[in-house]
């Protein structure tokens, strides 16, 4: 995984309100790839959460995917 790539978060993150299926962007790579900061924006550009997560909480976009729009719970 590569900075700037977008991924799919694979598990539910209830704090920041992500749910599995929740696509981001990676902003920086730990340690080899063993971790990644991901960036999750709102389609209006508002950013919703920064995570840094273990690799195995992402999974690189898959070909033929597509977005699908969901609103956030309140806060």
């Known amino acids: 995984m590569k900075e700037h790539e977008r991924v799919v978060l694979t598990a539910d ?3 920041q309100g992500l749910q599995a299926g929740d696509v981001g962007t990676i902003v920086h790579v730990y340690r ?3 971790a990644v900061e ?3 924006l709102a389609l ?3 950013t919703i959460a920064v995570a840094t997560l273990p690799a195995s909480q992402v999974r ?3 070909r033929r995917e597509i977005i699908h729009a ?3 719970a309140s806060t």
């Open 70 to 72: 969901r609103a956030l």
């Open 60 to 62: 690189p976009v898959g």
């Open 38 to 40: 991901v960036e999750f």
């Open 13 to 15: 993150l209830e704090a």
């Open 32 to 34: 080899g790839g063993e």
């Open 44 to 46: 209006d550009g508002e």
